[in-house]
């Protein structure tokens, strides 16, 4: 089932999580040890993120660096495959425009919809770690509301090949990115918001944002976002701040404000304990708000743990 039909389909919050492919080699055992707990709640849907290539230097005889390409988590569609077959649950795969040729991105798509995978989640990516600005791989690309487009003409029927006769429309599900906060390269929000706005009308069917700690940021965002035309659903992400390395972390990685009760209460913590504790009363209080005003659905990040998105869940589902 698609996102969208979900969240018309019921009458309260939904829950979701995001995981993070294992590391290559990993056993995918390991992945599902760590999902197991939160399946009790019912997620809807599970997003699996992808992971780019990196370049690394390797030293060669003679003192020599050689660079390599490698990827250390791949396996996005094979594990949202794999999710779906040991749950039975919709799993929401993340395409990126960066590394990728638009032919190359619809030999993806094609085995997604061969699978079964009728949800997809469109994002440009990031830069390549250690380059500074993001560039489209040649024949790429540039934006995600290029994917969009891609997508959209996909779901119509119309693939690269022109002349293809008889070609079969796929029926994807389309997610975009939305920064509350907006997104660390836009000048300014209303930018952002065009550009979102931009996402919409190419044809994504809803909205899943980045990370908040301030819901005030969200019900604006919600209310700037009608103002301007998108009238699609926008899905809250969510992460509970676990401990004190991470508050600088998210903030920079991210580009989120962590509000200053929040870092005061951090602050006055003995060890990471007590701050997990805090960043977890935290999300709890942030997303019984967000159940009351009626968001569609509540979306955490894991990052690779499950155990603190187990006990908001239990306090809330
Ligand atoms: P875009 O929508 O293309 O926007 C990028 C920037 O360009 C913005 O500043 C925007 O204002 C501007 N812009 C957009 N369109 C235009 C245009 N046509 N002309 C000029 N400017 C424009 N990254 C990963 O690598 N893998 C993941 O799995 C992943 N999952 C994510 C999930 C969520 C929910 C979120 C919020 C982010 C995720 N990211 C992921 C990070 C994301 O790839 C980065 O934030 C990236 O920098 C921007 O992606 P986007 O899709 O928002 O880009």
């Known amino acids: 089932m ?54 690394i230097l390797k030293k060669r005889e003679g003192g020599l660096l050689e660079q390599k390409s490698i990827r250390k988590r791949p396996g996005t569609v094979a594990i949202c495959a794999a999710l779906m077959h040991k749950y039975g649950i919709d799993t929401v795969p993340h395409i990126i425009c960066g590394g990728f040729t638009r032919e190359e991105t619809e030999y993806a798509l094609i085995d997604l919809n061969y699978l079964g995978i009728e949800n997809v989640l469109a994002l440009r990516g990031d830069s390549i770690k250690g380059q500074n600005d993001f560039s489209p791989t040649v024949g790429g690309h540039a934006f995600a509301s290029d994917l ?34 907006k997104h660390f390269e836009a ?32 019900f604006e965002f919600l209310e700037k976002c ?4 998108v009238h699609i659903p926008i899905i809250p992400g969510l992460k509970p701040l676990t401990s004190k390395k991470q508050v600088h972390m998210l903030a920079s990685r991210f580009h989120i404000d ?24 935290w999300a709890i209080a942030q ?12 979306h955490f990040y894991s990052m690779g ?5 187990q006990e908001i869940a239990s306090a809330l589902y």
């Open 187 to 218: 000048a300014n929000l209303k930018t952002d918001l065009k550009w979102l706005k931009h996402k919409v009308d190419c044809g994504a069917n809803y909205v899943v944002t980045q990370m908040f700690f301030d819901n005030k940021k969200y």
């Open 287 to 298: 997303s019984k708000e967000l159940i009351q005003h009626k968001a569609p659905c509540l």
């Open 148 to 181: 969009v487009e891609q997508l959209s003409a996909m779901n119509k029927g119309h693939y690269i090949d022109e002349d293809l006769e008889n070609a079969i429309p796929t029926n994807f599900c389309i997610g975009v990115a939305g920064y509350p906060e």
């Open 305 to 309: 743990k499950s155990n603190a998105i």
């Open 226 to 229: 009608k103002a301007d035309g």
């Open 258 to 281: 962590i509000p200053e009760a929040l870092t005061d209460a951090i602050e006055k913590c003995k060890d990471d304990k007590q701050v997990r504790q805090v960043g977890i009363e």
């Open 2 to 55: 698609k996102v969208v039909e979900h969240i018309q389909s019921s009458k309260s919050t939904l829950f979701s999580f995001e995981i993070l492919p294992p590391h290559a080699r990993e056993s995918i055992q390991i992945l599902f040890n760590n999902i197991a707990p939160l399946m009790e709640f019912k997620p809807k849907f599970i997003d699996v993120t992808y992971h780019r290539e990196e370049f």
